[in-house]
């Protein structure tokens, strides 16, 4: 009973460098989501997928990019990393059924960018 | 645009009194769904309870409660009879029908006092 599983747990990048930042999910859900989570500032939403092949910007992309090739992956990349990118990642994923589906989240990854 | 606001960063309450943390949000939407989250110290997130917009009564899911005043574009959750393992921090989120975005609130911090 996985649900939403994201690797790695912790990661610290040097400026400049690139990761990807991995979220599978086994309860075939179509939608999907990539939240960052900064002290103070809950969750910005960086980008969302409703299903395979189809992903959309969310409040804060710049710097990141994602791709939706399956509905079980919904990885995110970072590019070119930088300390403003410090922070902790969350995916999540939610049914297509009603208004009331809540999110189903991972655990998150804390990445550090020193 | 929509948005969430947690006026509240922090709150500190004695054990087994009520507590209500404050949400209010701005949306033109006629139709659209409020969530309450838990995330303890150890990172998770947890969906606690659910409004929609056209329901008529206030959701209640054990010792929660939403107050939930349409007119005032409010959605305060209500915990009763707090308890240690009730510290935590708490985010409100919205979705609107015609999208797929969720938001969330800057979380408040709840403290509950032995």
């Known amino acids: 009973n996985a649900g939403v599983t994201q690797t790695p747990k912790f990661r610290i990048l040097k400026i400049g460098q690139s990761m990807t930042l991995q979220c599978a999910q086994d309860m075939n859900h179509n939608y999907m989501y990539w939240y960052r989570q900064d002290p103070g500032m809950g969750l910005k939403l960086i980008y969302y997928?409703?299903?395979?092949?189809?992903?959309d910007k969310g409040e804060v992309p710049n710097g990141y990019n994602v791709s939706r090739s399956t509905t079980e992956y919904f990885p995110l990349r970072l590019e070119l990393a930088a300390p403003s990118q410090t922070s902790v990642y969350f995916c999540?994923?939610?049914?297509?059924?009603?208004?009331?589906?809540?999110?189903?989240f991972g655990n998150g990854t804390r990445l550090t960018v020193t | 645009a929509q948005k969430i606001t947690q006026t509240q960063p922090g709150m500190f309450v004695q054990e087994k009194e009520a507590v209500t943390l404050d949400c209010t949000y701005d949306?033109?939407?006629?139709?659209?769904?409020l969530f309450w989250y838990k995330q303890p110290s150890s990172g998770e997130m947890i969906f606690l309870i659910y409004?929609?917009?056209?329901?008529?009564q206030n959701a209640t899911e054990g010792r929660y409660s939403l107050n939930f005043q349409k007119a005032r574009k409010s959605a305060n959750l209500v915990i009763s009879a707090s308890q240690l393992g009730d510290s935590a921090m708490y985010f409100c989120a919205m979705r609107v029908d015609r999208d797929d975005k969720i938001i969330f609130g800057k979380g408040t911090r709840l403290h509950i006092l032995p």
């Open positions: 997928s409703v299903g395979a092949g189809i992903t």
């Open positions: 949306t033109s939407d006629q139709s659209y769904g």
């Open positions: 409004q929609g917009s056209y329901d008529e």
């Open positions: 999540a994923s939610r049914t297509e059924q009603g208004l009331n589906s809540p999110l189903h």
